[in-house]
């Protein structure tokens, strides 16, 4: 017999082959069968956590967006992003109410001479949500200061950092003693007692299939979904936005090709700046303001951003819907005690990092 | 031999020795730190006796903390792992520690488990009770807190450092979360108290505290030893290598994820040996000890001022930080205003994050800069020889923004 003989597969090379093309299966359509089986059982069995997470994972989504841009452009984890999302959230009482802790963080004391609650008609409510226009002129107000805010750290700490030549770790590291200032000026100027917008009573709406939202939480959603056209519009349709894109996909190439890439940094610094307050107003419209929560939320907005690709736009959006509705459902369903509702995300996390580091949308890891 | 890089600033190190007054820095805020602990104290009490006791009681947590920057060093100054998450490995030493030594629970008000302290009575000479289940609760805090640092390298420590930085803020939260949620683990919020302390019952009273001190001491002297010589030690060479260029490093053919994962699992368990000489020290342990500020910046500002990449470094700075803690701790015992005796904890916080900043865009070395280097045989031979050894010629450092990516 002059044929030779192939060799029987041993058992472990067998097994071998077998963990790698389930692992192929598993990073490729099976994570897509998986996400699309979860969603449909989640729809049909916690509608009302299915809800709820929409909403939350509207607030990540729009965080998200803002750490994917700054991971895609100036390549570093922006780990201040939390706390600024909570310091805009801050701002927005501000502009409203115009008031700041006092002398004992209980009391609140008016260091603004007008807000936007002094306006008039300014507190009535719209249609039935739980706030007048004060609030909607308070969110472009702060979302106005945030970018501003942001645009002012980079020229202040990452430009000089970067121009220096310090490592990209260096520049994560200084954005963590920016969280910590953050934190303890909001802890400073708030106090810790919890803030809230508005103490009306929110009012819910029965849609078909059962689903009961509030009318607030409707006004997240069209708010989430207005910005994110708006940066569909902004990343494609505009020549700032191209080259955006272009800086955060070759930053040598980019600046070879004329474009001027410190002013691409300035108004990435100003979207995410926008999107963060936006986000920030509406995490204050759904729950209550307390400065601690910043430096957790790092956690379901990272998820979000490494879930949907690092660097990918609207990977962050469905990255933030997907932990918002994983997180409510977990925690709806009962798997998951509420005391441990943040540990989703970095379930979420350490998952998406051993199966498929580079995320959904994610070109590389 | 690894070429080695410094901050442009430092003189390379065959150059003459040039006076710099930043050599001074180091020595004068220890000083300055020290003036103001020893001057406060005294003004309070009035009383040299006192201010002893305050200052040995001092010098005993910051020299547990130091441990805790001295691994975190291992880590970040001389690795360039990005551990966000310091506070888990110290909650789960001192927790374990905590377990292993306390008496079982007998006791409506506390529940956990453990509580192996006097089962652990097992040698019968030299009083064994007053040491030996302290050194098996150290053993044990050591395994858990590496051993959870081993789990958590195997997802993140092949793909960006920024990955590990939120895995491990992720993991100290929850780690957190768990000992406030699970009562029967470690009594919930109200955390555990009455924690033996070594050698308590032979020296008892109020001289105690100098024993804690001198035992404090000697393990951040043991552990500051062993890391001299891990660092200075071919195994080191590769760890720093890694940091400056760790494409270069898998180029001459050494595993980066091996190197990585001993790296961080060493300064895991060196975290969570400090972990467990806190929980000595403090007697009593609650979730709220192990916040993100506390556990982590604290330990992050203390490296980030002492210089990091150098332990020497890594102690000055715990000792400098840790005297400006006490110092706002201090002052609030004076009859301050209001509006800064509710805020001072809040600006204390914020003046640590800005230390970070500051040191980050002044001087990124630190207080006591580190030290070019390639190993102590080399200098050796270079001393012997009575030349100066040829300063490898300044390898680009870590370029531009860009190239963290790999």
Known sequence: ?365 | MTAQTTPASNPPENAPARWQWRTLLAPISVLLVTGVILGITYEQSGDVAAVARFYAAFVTVAAILAILALALNIQWGYTGLFNFGVAGFFLVGAYTAALVTKDPDNDQYADYVGGFGPDLDILPFLSSDQWFPFLVALAAAGAVSGGLAFLLSIPTLRLRDDYLAITTIGIAELLRRIAIEEQWLGNGTRGLGGIPRPLEDLVGGSDYRYVLLVIAVISLALVYVLLERGVRSPWGRVLRSLREDELATQASGKSVQSFKTQSFVLGAVIMGLGGATYAFQSRAISPETFTHFFGTFLIWTMVMVGGSGNNNGAIVGAYVVWGFWQSTLLIQSYDLPDLLATRISFIRDMALGALIVIVLLLMPAGLVPEKRGVSIWAERAARRSGQAQRAPPPASSAGGGGDGVS
């Open chain 1, 1 to 365: 017999m002059a044929t030779v003989q192939a060799q029987p597969l041993t058992r472990a090379e067998q097994f071998r082959d077998y963990r790698r093309a389930a692992g192929v299966w598993m990073a490729g359509p099976g994570l897509w069968v998986i996400i699309g089986a979860f969603l449909v059982w989640a729809m049909i069995a916690e509608r009302d956590g299915v809800v709820t997470g929409v909403v939350i994972g509207a607030v990540f989504a729009l965080g998200a967006v803002g750490i994917t841009l700054i991971f895609a452009i100036l390549k570093f984890g922006h780990f201040a992003h939390g706390d600024t999302m909570m310091l805009s959230a801050y701002l927005g009482f501000m502009f409203l109410t115009g008031t700041i802790a006092g002398e004992q963080q209980s009391d609140l004391v008016t260091i603004l001479p007008v807000s936007t609650s002094d306006l008039p008609g300014a507190t009535t409510d719209i249609w039935n949500f739980s706030f007048g226009y004060g609030l909607l002129a308070a969110m472009g107000l702060s979302a106005i200061a945030t970018a501003l805010f942001l645009v002012i750290l980079n020229h202040l700490v990452y430009a000089p950092l970067l121009r220096r030549g310090s490592s990209v770790v260096t520049l994560s590291i200084a954005s963590l003693g920016l969280a910590l200032m953050i934190r303890s000026a909001m802890l400073m100027l708030w106090g810790s007692d919890p803030r809230f917008y508005s103490p009306g009573i929110r009012q819910a709406v029965d849609l078909p299939f059962g689903v009961r939202v509030l009318y607030d939480q409707l006004f997240i959603l069209a708010i989430a979904f207005v910005m994110a056209a708006f940066l569909y519009f902004f990343l494609y349709r505009t020549r700032l936005g191209k080259a955006m894109r272009a800086t955060s996909d070759n930053a040598d190439l980019a600046r070879v090709s004329g474009i001027d890439t410190e002013r691409i940094v300035r108004w990435m610094w100003i979207v995410a700046g926008v999107l963060v307050a936006v986000a920030g107003v509406m995490l204050g419209l759904q729950a209550q303001l307390k400065p601690e929560l910043g430096f957790i939320i790092l956690l379901p907005l990272f998820a979000a951003a490494v879930l949907g690709g690092v660097g990918s736009p609207h990977g962050a959006l469905v990255g933030g819907l997907l932990i918002g509705i994983i997180q409510e459902v977990a925690v709806t369903s009962g798997i998951i005690e509420p005391g441990y509702k943040f540990s989703v995300a970095l379930i979420v996390l350490i998952l998406v990092l051993l199966v498929r580091p580079r995320g959904l949308f994610g070109e590389r890891a």
